[in-house]
């Protein structure tokens, strides 16, 4: 594996194209879906209607059988945009949040579930994190029980991103109780099914950012889910779900260097206007090299990320990068954001020049899909061989 | 029919032009280049003859082929009108400056090979703003030429282009082989898709040299200084519209 540093000619293609789309929806219209909380409807259509919700996923089932280098090179254009996690979630679990499916799914599931994803006929969400659980996967408590037909699944999900306008639900839920399991993740199983609204109550979390792709609290009561939306092996689930979240922290990374991006592209440019003192503020040290360090940081938190990426891309272990990527781009965008409302003054708090919500925005990628302090638990303890904490 | 397209690289029009210090030219180095706009609306019209759409029937056209003159990394902007629908390219590998008239003459010499029924060209190039290759290439041909045009329909072996002229449209009919150039209003050019990009990987490009068209491309125009524009003066406020009127009758303006 040789790690690129110029793109492809296919590579720039992509980035070309999706920029033009992403041109059509510019800061004014992701200020209103913030305010709105409207979901980026037409945005998502466009991108459906080109492809590239299909980007990563194998050509048998319509998609382009492409990378998660092109698949996070496209994610970052489309937050780099200006879009932010506000573009970037509304497609995010699209890319590679059905990757069990591809890895695990029969060759029937594959062809039922994933080309009405490509399309955007089906809009899926992901529910794992439970409110009584968090980060320990392991400990969850909704149950699937095994009926004739296939199970019924019982218990509460929080944070369950896009439930709102979903219509299939990528589900973890024991299936062996933890005390009779061989391992604690052990007897946990993965579904993908319908999101059947007269047993699922969705109801949205008020939240700092990202108004406009909402989260939700799942009560899910007698949920009938037929044998044949069982992904994989039943007792394998969590095993399965690792399998995604490589791709999924890489991906997490690039984008937050990508709304990192935008935020540093508006305050060098409002710090070239922006006259006091007779010169523009920008000739000032103490403005500048905040935006240097934050573009330094962006560009070394990128590298990692492509090369999370590049590893995966050639079938090598890439978990230590994709953590790192995950982490390094989660700070470098959150800093990148923080310096562009700072340069700003004043107006980085009014929502007229765009960065404070950027700078919302930056913190779901410190927070999610795991925490800074688990990633540095992965590297201390996979990297550096210490003893597990926890 | 088969239809003809050059398309040209150019520094992309979202980015501001800075004049090199020394007056020689605009600097390029690590910009982004794209297809001339002009060039891309030829190609959505060429596309749409051969898909249907636009007010065309599918099949008008029969093949579409891309051609650019200019250094290795054209054959990307080649890439992209693959990727927008056109069937196959034409890199001619040229360094540096090739004027109009080299430009033409090389179109020239392609179009005697290809002989397709209609070349469609941007109306000009956004970096040198000439408007010069398509009339030229019409002049070499000894073809009939529609410049400027907002509307083509092709009817009864006869091409009809409603032109873009001061004042008004003018609409000419012109026999074919023939010789077309776009203005802006004529369609709005597509994004391609990701299924299109990956499908233009696999066209073939075809590479030449201005030797193998016989044709010497050696600059015959000296350029003597490149200047950025006089800097804009500063706007003024007026309170009422007296205070405007009589501001313009001062500056001679009304
Ligand atoms: C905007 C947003 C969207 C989300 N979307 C989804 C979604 O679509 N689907 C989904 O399933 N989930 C989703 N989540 C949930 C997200 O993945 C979780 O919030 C995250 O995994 C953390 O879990 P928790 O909130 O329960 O934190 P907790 O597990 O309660 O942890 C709280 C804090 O304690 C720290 N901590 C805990 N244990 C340790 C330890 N051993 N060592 C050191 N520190 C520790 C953590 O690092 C963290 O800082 C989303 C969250 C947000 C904010």
């Given at each position: 594996m040789t790690l690129a540093i110029e793109l492809t000619e296919a590579q720039a293609a992509i980035k070309d194209a999706v920029e033009k789309i992403c041109a059509k929806y510019d800061d004014r219209y992701w200020a209103h879906t913030d305010e709105t909380g409207e979901f980026p409807e037409p945005f998502v259509a466009d991108m459906a209607a080109g492809g590239w919700l299909g980007v990563a996923m194998p050509e048998e089932v319509g998609g382009?059988?492409?990378?998660?280098?092109?698949?996070?090179?496209?994610?970052?254009?489309?937050?780099?945009?200006?879009?932010?996690?506000?573009?970037?979630?509304?497609?995010?679990?699209?890319?590679?949040?059905?990757?069990?499916?591809?890895?695990?799914?029969?060759?029937?599931?594959?062809?039922?579930?994933?080309?009405?994803?490509?399309?955007?006929?089906?809009?899926?969400?992901?529910?794992?994190?439970?409110?009584?659980?968090?980060?320990?996967?392991?400990?969850?408590?909704?149950?699937?029980?095994?009926?004739?037909?296939?199970?019924?699944?019982?218990?509460?999900?929080?944070?369950?991103?896009?439930?709102?306008?979903?219509?299939?639900m990528l589900i973890i839920a024991r299936t062996t109780p933890k005390d009779q399991a061989k391992k604690p993740t052990d007897g946990l199983s993965l579904f993908y099914t319908n999101f059947n609204r007269t047993r699922i109550e969705a109801n949205p979390i008020p939240k700092m950012g990202r108004k406009a792709v909402e989260c939700n609290t799942l009560f899910i009561d007698g949920l009938e889910v037929p044998k044949e939306d069982l992904i994989g092996e039943e007792g394998k689930g969590f095993q399965i779900l690792l399998t995604g979240l490589n791709p999924e922290r890489t991906l997490i990374g690039a984008e937050a260097v990508g709304l990192g991006r935008a935020a540093l592209a508006r305050a060098a440019q409002y710090s070239q206007e922006r006259v006091v003192f007779?010169?523009?503020?920008?000739?000032?040290?103490?403005?500048?090299?905040?935006?240097?360090?934050?573009?330094?940081?962006?560009?070394?938190?990128?590298?990692?990320?492509?090369?999370?990426?590049?590893?995966?891309?050639?079938?090598?272990?890439?978990?230590?990068?994709?953590?790192?990527?995950?982490?390094?781009g989660g700070e470098a965008g959150f800093n990148a954001c923080e310096a562009a409302v700072m340069a700003h003054g004043g107006m980085g708090y009014a929502k007229e020049y765009f960065v404070e919500r950027y700078f919302r925005e930056a913190m779901i990628a410190r927070l999610v899909p795991v925490s800074r302090e688990m990633i540095l638990n992965y590297i201390a303890e996979r990297v550096l061989g210490l003893p597990k904490s926890y | 029919m088969k239809v003809l397209v050059p398309v040209k690289r150019v520094l992309d029009y979202n980015l501001k032009v800075r004049v090199k210090a020394d007056g020689t030219g605009v600097d390029l180095s690590n910009l982004k280049m794209s297809m001339n706009p002009f060039d891309e609306i030829a190609v959505e019209e060429a596309v749409?003859?051969?898909?249907?759409?636009?007010?065309?029937?599918?099949?008008?056209?029969?093949?579409?082929?891309?051609?650019?003159?200019?250094?290795?990394?054209?054959?990307?902007?080649?890439?992209?009108?693959?990727?927008?629908?056109?069937?196959?390219?034409?890199?001619?590998?040229?360094?540096?400056?090739?004027?109009?008239?080299?430009?033409?003459?090389?179109?020239?010499?392609?179009?005697?090979?290809?002989?397709?029924?209609?070349?469609?060209?941007?109306?000009?190039?956004?970096?040198?703003?000439?408007?010069?290759?398509?009339?030229?290439?019409?002049?070499?041909?000894?073809?009939?030429?529609?410049?400027?045009?907002s509307k083509i329909v092709v009817a009864g072996g006869k091409i009809?282009?409603?032109?873009?002229?001061?004042?008004?449209?003018?609409?000419?009919?012109?026999?074919?082989?023939?010789?077309?150039?776009?203005?802006?209003?004529?369609?709005e050019p597509r994004y391609a898709s990701l299924?299109?990009?990956?499908?233009?990987?696999?066209?073939?490009?075809?590479?030449?040299?201005?030797?193998?068209?016989?044709v010497d491309v050696a600059p015959r125009l000296t350029v003597v200084k490149v200047a950025d524009p006089p800097k804009r003066q500063g706007g003024a406020k007026v309170k009422t519209v007296q205070d405007l009127v009589a501001g313009l009758k001062a500056a001679g303006v009304i």
């Open positions: 382009a059988g492409l990378g998660l280098t092109e698949a996070a090179l496209m994610m970052q254009v489309v937050a780099a945009s200006g879009a932010g996690f506000s573009g970037a979630s509304a497609i995010h679990l699209n890319i590679f949040g059905l990757m069990p499916i591809v890895k695990f799914g029969t060759v029937e599931q594959k062809k039922r579930f994933l080309p009405p994803v490509i399309s955007g006929a089906d809009k899926a969400c992901f529910a794992v994190t439970e409110p009584n659980s968090g980060l320990d996967t392991a400990s969850l408590e909704t149950r699937a029980e095994r009926t004739n037909s296939g199970y019924v699944i019982t218990g509460r999900k929080i944070w369950t991103t896009n439930a709102q306008r979903a219509s299939k007779g010169r523009p503020i920008g000739q000032n040290q103490g403005v500048a090299h905040p935006l240097a360090k934050a573009w330094a940081e962006l560009e070394a938190a990128d590298l990692v990320c492509f090369k999370a990426a590049a590893l995966y891309d050639a079938g090598k272990e890439s978990g230590a990068y994709a953590n790192a990527a995950k982490y390094l | 749409r003859m051969k898909e249907g759409g636009g007010g065309h029937p599918a099949g008008t056209a029969t093949e579409v082929v891309a051609i650019s003159i200019g250094p290795e990394q054209a054959q990307e902007t080649i890439r992209t009108a693959l990727a927008m629908g056109a069937d196959r390219g034409i890199l001619v590998k040229a360094e540096g400056e090739v004027e109009p008239l080299a430009v033409a003459k090389l179109l020239k010499a392609i179009v005697d090979a290809e002989q397709p029924g209609l070349v469609i060209l941007g109306k000009q190039a956004i970096d040198d703003d000439s408007n010069q290759v398509g009339q030229m290439l019409a002049a070499l041909l000894d073809w009939p030429q529609a410049t400027f045009a009809n282009v409603t032109r873009e002229i001061d004042g008004g449209l003018q609409t000419l009919s012109l026999e074919t082989p023939a010789i077309v150039t776009t203005d802006l209003r004529l369609n299924p299109n990009i990956m499908k233009a990987k696999k066209k073939p490009i075809d590479a030449k040299t201005p030797a193998d068209l016989g």
